[in-house]
């Protein structure tokens, strides 16, 4: 998606505070790093966390390394690697392993988490409440589709962190409206099996009024599918990317809830480096997600979230 620097006046992200102020290159200094752990580097809401910490550092005159999760690696493996990289920074950004911190860590480097839920001491926590995102879920698809009705769930996976409290959410408001989830499928946040798991359901005897979907990749291949069977089941979607623009468009996706994941990552790393350089900040933040449908999604105030802007 989005590959250009940009203001977010909306988050009150201030890159002027930090030039110079808090730049560790000049004067012949060694340069600050940061190692930034992620689970992938494609995809709408990794692009931008990506682009955004980038941003962020490169605004501070520090350096950013991104590194991806090995599932078969402990958060140790990690503190060890960023150790050797002699950063003073560990940012994680995973949203299928819990980042659990060593007992008697001694914060060397410190670390930063990134749209992380964890009662773990870190430096730095800038996330979203999922529990509230679910809700507003639920909300949307009350708004978009109606009450009483009964929804295909598109999960994850059944050991996915980040959904527990996001689900429960989710029912407990459509339980409000007097609404269900009638079947729940994980797609392993892969948009083929998404897809393969919703031509089985929509192709079954159950009628479902809506389907809801949990990430990016489960909003893609559930619009696969609703395609491919030229059905006008309506999709409440996560993210965005021009796949999901079109069906907007299209009417497909009454609705996508998106997180502001790129000023997410910005101040996490700003208040990072402004821990460093000895400025006050706020420990833990707790970022609001958007609700877009076809009436906003060309608004000016979220073109620079949603788009590339040349």
Not at 7 to 24: E, N, R, V, W
Not at 224 to 243: C, K, Q, W, Y
Not at 297 to 303: I, K, N, P, R
Request: charged share 20%; with cysteine.
């Amino acid at each position: 998606m989005r590959h250009h620097r940009v203001a977010l006046p909306a988050l009150c992200l201030s890159a002027a505070l930090l030039a110079g102020t808090l730049c560790g290159c000049s004067g012949g200094e060694s340069v600050h790093g940061i190692r930034l752990v992620a689970d992938r580097a494609e995809g709408y809401y990794w692009e931008n966390l990506i682009a955004g910490a980038q941003l962020a550092a490169e605004d501070a005159g520090w350096q950013l390394e991104v590194a991806l999760w090995d599932e078969g690696e402990g958060m140790q493996a990690q503190i060890e690697a960023a150790r050797q990289s002699g950063v003073e920074f560990l940012a994680i950004a995973s949203a299928c392993t819990e980042p659990r911190l060593p007992w008697d860590y001694s914060g060397s480097p410190e670390v930063i988490l990134i749209g992380q839920e964890t009662g773990d001491a870190a430096t730095v926590n800038v996330t979203y409440d999922s529990s509230t995102v679910g809700k507003g879920v639920g909300t949307l698809a009350g708004n978009k589709v109606g009450l009483q009705k009964n929804y295909l769930l598109v999960a994850i996976s059944e050991t996915y962190r980040y959904s527990d409290r996001w689900e429960d959410g989710l029912r407990y408001v459509l339980g409000q409206q007097g609404s269900r989830i009638a079947q729940r499928v994980n797609c392993g946040d892969d948009a083929q099996q998404a897809y393969d798991q919703c031509m089985d359901a929509l192709s079954g005897d159950v009628r479902y009024d809506g389907i809801l979907c949990a990430s990016e990749n489960a909003t893609v291949g559930a619009l696969r599918a609703v395609r491919t069977l030229g059905s006008d089941v309506p999709i409440i979607g996560a993210e965005f990317n021009d796949e999901i623009a079109l069906g907007l468009r299209d009417g497909q996706v009454r609705g996508t809830v998106v997180h502001t994941v790129y000023g997410c990552a910005y101040m996490a790393v700003e208040n990072a480096i402004r821990l460093a350089s000895g400025r006050e900040t706020d420990s833990k933040k707790t970022l609001e997600a958007l609700h877009v449908d076809v009436k906003n999604m060309f608004d000016d105030e979220l073109a620079p979230l949603l788009y590339d802007v040349k």
